[in-house]
């Protein structure tokens, strides 16, 4: 087997984590609780002040952060924004990441942000459109870089390759990583009729690096990935599965709308530290 991405780049595991929500900027850096890394959005710490900066700086000296972009573009017809990559170089630098994440979509059409995460078409142009921007971007910022898998909940005209094959080609031809969205597959295998096992296997699990969990909404025909519930039973179930081909990676509990307690959150964080301290253990 190859070197993982993980290896080849001196990253290990982190551990168990949460993001940092502006409802949690005065509790988190104080809890007394167990949680090994925060993660941020970095669009809401681009330019820094008053409560985000002093929130920012407490958690920076108690846990790695890593930034999870939204606005990266990466898949957009538009160059990439020189001020956006500046911007998000100098964070990555201020807080010290290991690594840094965004999504593999696009996210911005003639200037505008649509304000969400667009999927592309699964197609080899697309690979050949998108493999020279993350180059672009890891070289930029100077850090290892990971690409999410979305939700999605329609098919783009023109693809020609199954979507687990379009994130190979496009991870192995940029020789980036993988941030596994487990909760994104699992809504993406019912809303698209397809075996989410079978998805996990097919994908180039040596490049995982980050993996995150979240909730989501069924509705009568769909599923839709809100990121505002407790993780359900099946998606912790597709969680060990994949660890079980990963060993031990670094685990996100999501959770961005009808956000609950502090302590509610931090009640799934440690929930998928005990299953990656049993994958360990094995």
């Known amino acids: ?4 991405y993980a290896r080849r780049h001196g990253l290990k595991p982190l551990g168990a984590g949460i993001g940092l929500r502006r409802e949690f900027y005065a509790r988190l850096p104080e809890t007394s609780r167990a949680l090994d890394w925060v993660e941020i959005i970095p669009e809401n710490f681009l330019t820094l002040g008053g409560r985000p ?14 930034p999870h972009g939204v606005a990266l573009n990466i898949g957009g017809p538009e160059p990439l924004a020189e001020d956006y990559l500046s ?15 965004d999504h593999l ?20 142009e697309a690979v050949e459109h ?33 979507e687990a094959a379009f994130l190979r080609h496009v991870a192995e031809e940029a020789d980036c990583g993988l941030l596994l969205d487990v909760n994104n597959v699992y809504v993406n295998a019912r ?4 075996d989410p096992r079978a998805f996990v296997d097919a994908l180039p699990l040596e490049r995982v690096v980050q993996i995150h969990l979240a909730g989501h909404e069924q509705q009568p025909d769909v599923i839709i990935d809100t990121h505002g519930a407790p993780v359900c039973d099946e998606v912790w179930s597709l969680y060990r599965y994949v660890l079980e081909r990963t060993g031990p990676v670094s685990t996100l509990l999501e959770w961005d709308q009808d956000i609950p307690s502090l302590e ?17 253990a094995r």
């Open 87 to 101: 911007g998000l170089k100098a964070l990555v630098e201020r807080v010290d990441a290991p690594f840094f994440s």
């Open 1 to 4: 087997m190859s070197v993982s």
């Open 130 to 162: 998108v493999v020279p921007r993350v180059r672009e971007v890891q070289e930029r910022v100077g850090r290892p870089f990971l690409l999410e898998n979305p939700s999605y909940y329609a098919l783009m005209p023109g693809g020609t390759l199954d």
């Open 264 to 280: 509610a959150v931090l009640d799934e964080a440690d929930r998928a530290r005990a299953v990656l301290a049993e994958v360990e």
């Open 191 to 194: 809303n698209h009729g397809y």
């Open 105 to 124: 979509c696009y996210s911005r059409l003639r200037g505008a942000y649509l304000h969400d995460l667009l999927p592309l078409p699964f197609s080899e």
């Open 53 to 66: 900066q002093r929130a920012l700086d407490a958690c920076v000296e108690r846990w790695p952060v890593l």
